[in-house]
């Protein structure tokens, strides 16, 4: 077992253990967040790899939006169907594996993507690319989760946000760094192959579990912490307690903000370059670079949003502002003219990303509290009623955008996109909290903020 006084000594120490049987703190906790971010967010450049040089994966094959869509719709059913086989391993296992072997499958994927002679090969390698994401998953919200059990519950949500937008970001900055000096769809895959390998090299080196005792110790730490603010009831009603959060209308409605966000979010990661080169016109290293600037404004709005939420408490008013405003840039966006500079879409996607961040951390802290107002033995459930909806919006999205753009064109979509936002304002406005701040902070407020 590690020992606290040797790591302290030595930065590096911990990694003469299999695991880390303390609680990291300081450098090193982040350190540890550090890696679980470069992990996520180098699985997250994986998959999104493709948004970038879609134009060029359609015209190499011969093949349309619609044919793509079908694709992407079938790799979402297979991203359930490896969250619902792979989900546990991640306690029977640890998180490690499940944080080092995805990336490294990903590195032979990609290596076997930039050599496909065809369109169904390559689409059957997006497919399983899906499904070993969807096992890294769950592993890094627990790693993330173990680490940060006293953070401030947007801000931990923030932090797993960080790894999404990171990843997306790089799918688009590499591709517009990269594809003025090597053209085409496949200098992507080998670019990916190389980052994957070395990531999956960083992680095994470096990342260690915490040991099944520390975790035991914050688990046991969380469960005091709950019993300190909610009713005591003795464990075999726990259970039947927790079912609760499946008769409540309220959070069914809550829920299905995920339905819109999800919607809103993946056109961005995954269609929005292919709308700037073939509505705009803009060529794909330029049309990446554009939507860059969505990810560098959203990556530091998250955190904005995080921190504000948590210290407002007014988790309703931060998400509804961030649909009606990033909304409303959406529907700008959609009725720019199509010889519309780069400057302006530049700016026009910047806003976007500027109050798109106000949309996902407030919500998660704004649903766990709604679901805990409930039954706080009925949390993890209540977020499984989100894994369970989110699929939907995809299926919608990959079937429904391409049949859209080729009747309407790219603007009806973005208006769509858009509309999506404003229901994301209207359903929050079913969750726990106060639309106000308030002036002081009493017992009950310090309850909602305690441990994750």
């Not at 300081?26 to 540890?32: K, Q, S």
């Not at 989900?87 to 499958?105: H, K, N, Q």
């Not at 990269?178 to 990531?199: C, E, K, M």
């Not at 199509?338 to 400057?343: I, R, V």
Request: charged residues 10%.
């Amino acid at each position: 077992m590690s020992n606290p006084r040797e790591t302290a000594n030595h930065f590096f120490g911990y990694l003469r253990h299999k695991e880390i049987d303390f609680m990291p703190k300081g450098r090193l906790r982040w350190w540890l967040l550090g890696l679980i971010v470069l992990g996520w967010a180098v699985e997250q450049y994986e998959a999104l790899k493709n948004g970038p040089v879609l134009v060029y994966i359609l015209a190499d094959f011969d093949k349309t939006l619609v044919e793509w869509g079908q694709v992407a719709a079938i790799a979402g059913i297979v991203y359930s169907a490896g969250a619902v086989i792979l989900s546990r391993l991640a306690d029977r296992w640890g998180r490690r594996p499940l944080m080092i072997y995805p990336v490294f499958a990903y590195a032979i994927v990609s290596v076997c993507g930039a050599l496909s002679t065809n369109f169904w090969t390559l689409a059957s390698l997006v497919a399983i690319g899906s499904f070993m994401m969807a096992g890294m998953n769950p592993a890094v919200h627990a790693a993330s989760r173990d680490l940060t059990p006293r953070m401030g519950r947007a801000m931990v949500y923030a932090w797993v946000s960080l790894a999404f937008t990171i990843g997306a970001l790089m799918s688009t900055a590499v591709a517009a760094q990269t594809l003025p000096i090597w053209p085409g769809w496949r200098s992507q895959y080998w670019i990916a192959a190389a980052l994957a390998l070395v990531t999956s090299l960083i992680i095994f080196i470096f990342y260690r579990d915490l040991s099944l005792r520390i975790r035991g110790q914050i688990l046991q730490a969380t469960q005091q912490g709950e019993a300190s603010t909610q009713a005591t009831h003795d464990e075999a009603n726990a259970y039947e307690l927790g079912r609760e959060v499946y008769k409540s209308p309220r959070l069914w409605l809550l829920s299905l903000v995920i339905v819109f966000w999800a919607l809103t979010y993946v056109t961005v990661s995954g269609y929005v370059p292919t709308f700037l080169a073939q509505h705009h016109g803009l060529n794909p290293a330029t049309a990446a670079g554009v939507t860059s600037y969505f990810w560098i404004v959203f990556t530091m709005s998250v955190f904005l949003s995080g921190w504000l939420s948590d210290r407002l408490k007014v988790r309703k008013t931060i998400t509804a502002f961030g649909g009606l405003s990033t909304g409303s840039c959406f529907i700008i966006g959609a009725n720019l003219p199509a010889d519309a500079s780069q400057s302006t879409l530049i700016l026009v996607w910047s806003l976007t990303g500027f109050f798109a961040g106000f949309i996902y951390p407030a919500w998660c802290a704004i649903y766990s509290e709604t679901a805990e107002s409930i039954s706080p033995h009925g949390v993890g459930r209540a977020f499984g009623i989100t894994a369970t909806l989110s699929p939907i919006s995809g299926l919608f999205l990959n079937l429904g955008l391409p049949q859209v753009v080729a009747i309407w064109g790219w603007s009806t979509w973005m208006m769509v996109a858009g509309l999506c936002c404003f229901c994301v304002a209207a359903l929050v406005a079913v969750g726990q909290g106060p639309w106000l701040p308030t002036l002081r902070r009493g017992p009950q407020d310090e309850a909602s903020s305690g441990v994750l």
